[in-house]
């Protein structure tokens, strides 16, 4: 027997939870054909890794992303893959680009997911050939993909592409009979061609970009209970799933989500995935009220589960561009001004001030940033005396000056020079390792491919074993590695209901190989590189090389000690995997293919 690739003496995870064991791993045509103690004979074979010393395991499952922009022009998505990413779901918090145009999709992307507008219309309206989701299927199949891909239908990109972008941000206007069935229509179709569900969003400070609808919501967040009703029941029905972010405002919306999910009489659970479980700093006493939510509604006959980011939620921002400010009255309304001389004007006045400090101030109600000043340092900046302190300690150093008022002046007088960082949530390690271990949690929420200037969650799996491992170390285990590697892949894929996450034999071989020795603080690192498609867009990412020896995605390696190979975003290794069907490995997908077209 001859192989393409065979991987020895790794510690070797099949995904599932069981236990590992040292193993040979055979790879031919795309599929694992040998996973034995014996050894393999290498005559001829390719590829071989040594991986003795080292982990061997299927590729992440990454359930949240919002590469729908980047996948079009950056197919081989090197940030995530190089991090062991194998497989990963678009289509994310009721943003998708199946139906809508470029210029309806730069109001909805640009904004919110911090994605350059202008980038976000050239790249749809340039690819755009599809006008239903199995043709956004096929045109996303005929990019050479680096990982495979999954995908959510955004509700906001089909009640876009129905009521026009106007009337669906508008209060008083519903759709009417005939949009309502088309909308549903087009959940039904792209249930057919294998979508894992439907992302909503109810989300308040998630706005819209461009000048039509500038600063409203997201056009999900206006849909009613008999809208959304209809939309659910296709779900339920098919047995798919229901993304959504709650009204975090209005904490009831949480409790309806949830309880939205149970199945009674007869009715099949509506599978729910919620955003998001998260320790944050603000309110800290929340997620003491989430987990339990998820505990009473499974026992009920739910199948609802939040999503995690298993590591701090660490944000930057340069100057005052950044997300979090949008929560409240005074920060969405110096984001709302694009022109940065109205924003100067806006900053500068008085009575704006004045707002600012009183919403700054305001710590009761729901909220995600702590809006804590003293809490915010300093990174990068022209006047190096203030680079290492928090904008409180500046202001403390200018004779006593608000936070707010020290705050505003740096950022008038440096712009977006002026970079800064703070932790919003999951800042600790003992309530991230319950959340990691719990049942009612999925492991995901990375965010990759938007907050390219914010955020860099891509080695979010990385993370979580190191802090297995840290804990197994220590005497002080939370979880084996084993359930770690499965919640990270196959507790992820089977819940979604696509073809990923183990490696066993005649499974696809999407495969990382992990040196766990280097899972140490170097993942923690920050990095920025260019972004080609973004105009070299500066984007933060993650470098540690070392952990990751290598990755393959059907059998082909696309990634050697953390740098991608020239075969990745060359060549197509990834598919599109739909829901309920098996993912041949691609070389034997696209020769069904050219056979079924012969025929």
């Known amino acids: 027997m001859t192989f393409d690739a065979i991987i020895k003496g790794g510690r070797w995870f099949d995904g599932t939870g069981a236990e590992s064991a040292i193993r040979n791993l055979g790879v031919r045509d795309g599929r694992v054909v040998a996973v034995t103690i014996d050894d393999l004979d290498e005559t001829g074979c390719p590829e071989v890794v040594d991986a003795r010393g080292q982990w061997v395991l299927?590729?992440?499952?990454?359930?949240?992303?919002?590469?729908?922009?980047?996948?079009?022009?950056?197919?081989?998505?090197?940030?995530?893959?190089?991090?062991?990413?194998?497989?990963?779901?678009?289509?994310?918090?009721?943003?998708?680009?199946?139906?809508?145009?470029?210029?309806?999709?730069?109001?909805?992307?640009?904004?919110?997911?911090?994605?350059?507008?202008?980038?976000v219309i050239r790249a749809v309206d340039q690819h755009k050939t599809w006008k239903s989701a199995e043709e956004y299927v096929g045109a996303l199949e005929s990019l050479p993909l680096g990982p495979n891909l999954a995908a959510f239908i955004g509700h906001s990109d089909m009640r876009t592409a129905t009521?026009?972008?106007?009337?669906?941000?508008?209060?008083?206007?519903?759709?009417?009979?005939?949009?309502?069935?088309?909308?549903?229509?087009m959940l039904d179709e792209a249930l057919d061609a294998g979508f894992v569900g439907m992302s909503a969003q109810q989300l308040l400070f998630d706005k819209i970009d461009g000048e039509l609808c500038r600063s409203r919501t997201l056009p999900s967040t206006y849909a009613k209970s008999s809208e959304m009703r209809g939309l659910r029941s296709i779900?339920?029905?098919?047995?798919?799933?229901?993304?959504?972010?709650?009204?975090?405002?209005?904490?009831?919306?949480?409790?309806?989500?949830?309880?939205?999910?149970?199945?009674?009489?007869?009715?099949?659970?509506?599978?729910?995935?919620?955003?998001?479980?998260?320790?944050?700093?603000?309110?800290?006493?929340?997620?003491?009220?989430?987990?339990?939510?998820?505990?009473?509604?499974?026992?009920?006959?739910?199948?609802?589960?939040?999503?995690?980011?298993?590591?701090?939620?660490?944000v930057y921002a340069d100057g005052i561009d950044l997300v979090i400010f949008e929560?409240?009255?005074?920060?969405?309304?110096?984001?709302?001004?694009?022109?940065?001389?109205?924003?100067?004007?806006?900053?500068?006045?008085?009575?704006?001030?004045?707002?600012?400090?009183?919403?700054?101030?305001?710590k009761y109600g729901p909220r995600v940033w702590h809006r804590d000043f003293f809490d915010a340092e300093i990174v990068a900046c022209p006047d190096a005396s203030v680079v290492g302190k928090s904008f409180g300690q500046v202001g403390v150093e200018r004779g006593g000056q608000h936070p707010v008022d020290a705050f505003l002046d740096l950022v008038l007088e440096h712009g977006t020079d002026i970079r800064w960082r703070t932790t919003i949530s999951n800042h600790r390690p003992a309530v991230l390792k319950k959340l990691a271990a719990d049942p009612g949690i999925q492991v995901g929420f990375s965010d990759a491919g938007a907050h390219l200037r914010n955020m860099s969650f891509y080695n979010f799996g990385l993370r979580l074993l190191k802090h297995v491992r840290d804990a197994e170390v220590a005497g002080k285990p939370f979880m084996t590695t084993e359930q770690a590697v499965h919640r990270l892949t196959g507790e992820l894929a089977s819940w979604y209901r696509i073809d990923a996450g183990t490696l066993r034999k005649g499974d696809r071989a999407?495969?990382?190989?992990?040196?766990?020795?280097?899972?140490?603080?170097?993942?923690?690192?920050?990095?920025?590189?260019?972004?080609?498609?973004?105009?070299?867009?500066?984007?933060?990412?993650?470098?540690?090389?070392?952990?990751?020896?290598?990755?393959?995605?059907?059998?082909?390696?696309?990634?050697?000690?953390?740098?991608?190979?020239?075969?990745?975003?060359?060549?197509?290794?990834?598919?599109?995997?739909?829901?309920?069907?098996?993912g041949l490995p691609v070389a034997a997908a696209a020769a069904e293919r050219s056979s079924e077209a012969i025929a």
Request: hydrophobic letters at 40%; proline letters at 7%; a neutral charge.
């Open 58 to 119: 299927p590729g992440f499952v990454d359930i949240h992303t919002h590469y729908d922009i980047e996948v079009l022009d950056g197919p081989g998505l090197p940030e995530s893959v190089r991090h062991g990413v194998t497989t990963l779901l678009l289509g994310s918090c009721s943003l998708s680009t199946v139906h809508v145009g470029g210029v309806d999709a730069g109001d909805l992307f640009g904004r919110v997911e911090a994605i350059p507008r202008k980038h």
């Open 510 to 582: 999407d495969i990382v190989v992990i040196d766990p020795a280097r899972l140490d603080d170097e993942l923690e690192s920050y990095h920025e590189s260019p972004v080609e498609q973004f105009g070299n867009l500066s984007r933060m990412v993650n470098r540690n090389d070392a952990a990751v020896p290598a990755v393959f995605v059907s059998g082909r390696r696309v990634v050697t000690d953390g740098v991608p190979t020239p075969l990745l975003g060359t060549e197509r290794t990834g598919q599109f995997l739909r829901a309920d069907r098996a």
């Open 235 to 314: 779900l339920r029905r098919r047995r798919r799933a229901l993304q959504a972010g709650p009204d975090a405002s209005h904490p009831h919306t949480i409790l309806t989500q949830a309880l939205g999910s149970i199945g009674l009489f007869g009715r099949p659970a509506l599978r729910t995935s919620l955003l998001s479980a998260a320790d944050i700093k603000a309110i800290p006493f929340v997620i003491h009220l989430m987990r339990p939510v998820a505990w009473v509604v499974n026992r009920l006959g739910a199948d609802f589960r939040w999503q995690h980011l298993p590591v701090p939620f660490e």
């Open 327 to 362: 929560e409240f009255g005074s920060g969405a309304m110096a984001l709302h001004l694009q022109e940065k001389l109205a924003r100067d004007e806006l900053m500068r006045d008085p009575a704006y001030r004045e707002r600012f400090r009183k919403d700054y101030e305001s």
């Open 163 to 185: 009521m026009g972008l106007d009337r669906a941000t508008r209060k008083q206007v519903r759709p009417t009979r005939r949009e309502q069935a088309r909308m549903e229509s």
